[in-house]
């Protein structure tokens, strides 16, 4: 098999790799000749099921396997891939290829970076002077003694400047596991039933901010945490389809929330959906839409979830990428967060996250 790919965007896959990194330690990576996947499967916590559109990322992308559609999967340490990353920010180019060494396989990410290309000035004589100068062709001539020449070539800084600066080529090695398509082909996304909202959520690093406000005003009173319990302070999540979203800390002794408004409610495409307009006029979200208002003060019409507040500030990281996230809301069972980013500029494809976040009983 063979794998090998020039990154064209090294600092969008960086925050993206470190979005999944404050999740889990272990993505499975899924690289075939349509696209590539990164899912994370913590043992607690939020599910990533991700799609990167190969454009979205890299340059050149060359892919090879025995597999249908040209398939390798590999278990990738994120934390690795995120260091060698960080230090490509200011390469001039970067390339990531499938390898081997002493039969342990590697991503080997190569990432060329410039150097000024500067030159030491010889040590000074006794007499404070250079016993040595270089003319504009590289040529030397010695001084020493008496007949010490002391007409110099002056040159201007340009001389120095249209230097070419000298490349510098560095190597970083992550170690993989591949994975047989037997060992994966079991795994596949959650199901979860029908949602009742589907909204968009304002600025991710927005929400963030205030999440985790909350998050350390319940761990401050220890009045989100339950006695014994490893899991954090729990966040409630709701929202409606009047454009209306709510985040609460409700405990015995502490009640605050935040509330926005005139958020969208993405109209639902009949086309794919199950029964067509019939299937619509069925769906949970469209009897839901009868209910509460857009003032948000209606206590009808709202589907809640409760969250981690730790693991949900860490979902919200992936707010640096920007894009446009949808929530979709089942009551008391989970909350999918649909994360579009790209696809704005001509021939760079769309990249979807998808996270799941079961819900906690109340």
Sequence with gaps: MR????????????KFVASLASLGHIAWVKLNSKAVHFTVIPEQGTQVWSVLSIDSIFETYTIQSASEDNTINLEVPLAPLQRALKSAQNAIAANIRLTKKDGIPLLSLTITTLAMNTSSAPPP????????????????????????????????????????DRETTVTQDIPVRVLAPASVEGLHEPRS?????????????????????????????????????????????????????????????????????????????????????????????????????????????????????????RVLSVGRLGGRVIACFSHDHAIVLYVYTGGDEDGVG????TYYISSYSA
């Design 125 to 164: 004589t006794s007499s404070g002077f250079h016993n040595r100068r270089e003319n504009g062709f590289g040529d030397t001539e010695d001084h020493t003694g008496d007949g010490f020449d002391d007409h110099f070539r002056e040159e201007t800084a340009d001389f120095f400047s249209s230097r070419p």
């Design 350 to 353: 769309e990249t979807v996250l």
């Design 193 to 313: 039933r029908e949602p009742e909202v589907h909204i968009v959520l304002p600025n991710l690093m927005q929400l963030k901010s205030i999440s985790d406000r909350f998050t350390r005003l319940a761990l401050s009173t220890k009045a989100g945490t339950r006695p014994g319990g490893n899991s954090g302070p729990k966040l409630e999540l709701s929202g409606n389809m009047h454009g209306c979203l709510r985040l609460s800390l409700n405990t015995d002794s502490l009640h605050v929330s935040s509330l926005w408004t005139n958020l969208e409610n993405p109209e639902l495409d009949p086309g794919q959906m199950a029964g067509g307009e019939e299937g619509l006029a069925n769906h949970p979200s469209t009897r839901m839409k009868m209910l509460g208002d857009a003032t948000g003060q209606s206590e009808e019409g709202w589907s809640t979830v409760r969250v981690d507040g730790k693991d949900w500030g």
């Design 3 to 14: 794998f090998k790919a020039s990154i064209q965007n090294i600092h969008t896959f960086n």
